[in-house]
């Protein structure tokens, strides 16, 4: 259980984010999140539109495609590294807990609560309905003379956010959300916007609470800017003139973000450490009898694949 930090309160949560549905926009949201430090978990009963897909030929780097198993076992795989549970169970229903966060029912475990809830799937939405007005958040479309209510794609913002606090939409949404590509492209915009709301919760300013997740070289952090120093002048500067932080908490605060920046860059031998232990990790995905056959053929021309 983790107690969240991101209140006034000290109500204690079972995970700070619940995120409904394991797919790639579901996977690619808790990725953000969990690298954030947040206490993540998924729910996937492996109900994914994706997985009615025989083969995938358009996900970006695969230029044979990739096979439903392998991409499922890669995106898993990823964000269980990166910390979040996955649990093979149906999330049924979404209540609102006391006063804030939300108590989840699962089809087979003990309901759990959690802070904030990320829904991601494709299915009807109907674990969301009682969160707010019904008419707000499901449309109703005739098919074949019949009248069918379906959550409404078009009922949260572009970056997840929704009328209900504390819940972010990253699937359903509009019609594009049907490639894969574009799911988890979403799934990431929207696990962002989970991390920035936490880091305005927690008292950033508006400037410091934009989130970014990528790596540098180590040569990059030079001049005044390899210096502490110059990044707390940075920090203050961005803070409003009417922040009412106490100092204690302003300096702890500070030196964590300088702490994250700095982490950021990458030394070249670091760089090799990781590029050599993702090229291993790929291979964990990669049928053993084919990777044989290649390392004989490497073996017998001594030409390597991309060459």
């Not at 969160?131 to 958040?137: Q, T």
């Not at 819940?167 to 988890?184: C, E, H, K, N, V």
């Not at 994250?260 to 232990?277: C, G, H, V």
């Not at 291993?280 to 390392?295: N, S």
Request: negative net charge.
């Amino acid at each position: 259980m983790s107690t969240s930090d991101t209140t006034q309160t000290e109500a204690a949560f079972d995970h700070d984010v619940v995120v409904v549905g394991g797919g790639p926009a579901g996977c690619s949201a808790g990725l953000f999140t969990a690298r954030n430090g947040l206490e993540t978990v998924i729910f996937d009963r492996g109900r994914s539109s994706i997985q009615r897909c025989a083969y995938l030929e358009n996900y970006l780097g695969f230029p044979a495609g990739i096979d439903i198993e392998t991409l499922y076992g890669l995106m898993h795989d990823h964000v269980e590294t990166a910390g979040c549970e996955i649990v093979p169970d149906l999330v049924e229903s979404l209540e609102r807990a006391d006063g804030e966060g939300f108590v989840v029912g699962l089809q087979e475990g003990e309901p759990v609560t959690a802070r904030r809830v990320i829904a991601a799937t494709r299915y009807d939405g109907e674990y969301m309905r009682g969160l707010d007005d019904e008419e707000a958040m499901f449309e109703t479309h005739e098919h074949d003379g019949e009248e069918h209510e379906h959550f409404d794609k078009g009922y949260a913002e572009s970056d997840g956010t929704t009328p209900v606090d504390d819940l972010f939409i990253a699937s359903p949404y509009g019609d594009t959300g049907y490639q894969a590509s574009m799911a988890a492209g979403h799934g990431a915009r929207v696990g962002i916007t989970v991390v920035e709301d936490v880091r305005r919760t927690q008292g950033y300013p508006e400037p410091m609470a934009n989130h970014y997740d990528w790596m540098r070289r180590e040569a990059e952090l030079d001049g005044e800017w390899s210096e502490r120093s110059r990044w707390r002048e940075y920090f203050d500067d961005q803070l409003p003139d009417n922040h009412d932080l106490e100092e204690a908490r302003l300096e702890a605060m500070r030196e964590r973000e300088i702490d994250r920046r700095f982490a950021t860059y990458l030394s070249d031998n670091e760089i090799e450490r990781r590029i050599e232990r993702g090229h291993k990790r790929l291979l964990e995905h990669v049928d053993d009898d084919l990777i044989l056959e290649a390392a004989r053929e490497i073996e017998a021309t001594g030409k390597t694949g991309g060459e």
